[in-house]
């Protein structure tokens, strides 16, 4: 559950400017299906890496504003978002490679959205041709007697053996060259920095089809036995497959 308790005030490096940002208590990152890129559907919490423009034209991150207080409320603004059409501008501008890193993130996450659109369209096209061809085969027999009591019919079970398919995966000049740089700012991290980021990195490296490289990043992360997304990339890698692929917890 996410509750949020008053506001923090906070300041921004760049030119001192005061805003107010929800006081979370705690954090809700559940969500109705998550994707293999970290992208969640259906989130409470948003999906970016705290990437915020200033009101003085600077790009921040949240975890760089500085604490100045806390309050029951405020009529101070909020950070602005970056919307999806000013991450090239601020790739461009970037004043450090963590806000370019945070910037290539989230661009990263967007560029992939067009296959993420496709990915549903092919998903639930065959989930209907497998449930209709389902209820073809177990037709409703029920007698008028069943269904003056109001028993229920067959219920649909998706057989084991139906076909999972999806759309291919062909990235555009755009899409890899993000992901190359991003690549390589991932992977000139070090120590505690390079073990966070090892699952994205391995995330990139297989969307590229580079599956060596990314299994030797997805060997370097601290996982543990019940990571679904772990098994996931780590079982797609080694099929060589570099769909974002949909999951659920």
Known sequence: MTMVRGVRIVASPCCGAQYALPNYMSMNFSAFAFWTDGWRDGSPMPNDEGLRRCQCGQYVLLKNLVKVTTADESTLPYPGHVSAEELPECIASAASEEVELAARLEYWYHLNHSY??????????????????????????????????????????????????????????????????????????????????????????????????????????????????????????????????????
């Open 116 to 249: 993420r659109e496709r990915y549903r369209q092919h998903r639930s096209a065959e989930e209907a041709t497998t449930k209709a061809k389902w209820l073809a085969a177990h037709p409703d027999n029920r007698s008028w007697w069943d269904k003056l009591l109001k028993r229920k019919p067959p219920s649909y079970i998706r057989p084991a053996d139906s076909p999972f398919t999806y759309p291919p995966f062909d990235p555009t000049p755009e899409q890899q060259l993000n992901m190359e740089r991003l690549s390589t700012i991932l992977a000139s991290c070090d120590g505690e920095s390079l073990r966070w980021h090892a699952i994205p990195l391995a995330e990139l490296y297989r969307e590229q089809g580079r599956f060596e490289e990314a299994q030797r990043a997805l060997d370097s992360a601290e996982k543990r036995e019940d990571d679904v997304t772990v098994r996931l990339i780590s079982r797609l890698i080694k099929e060589r497959d570099a769909a974002p692929m949909r999951y659920r917890m």
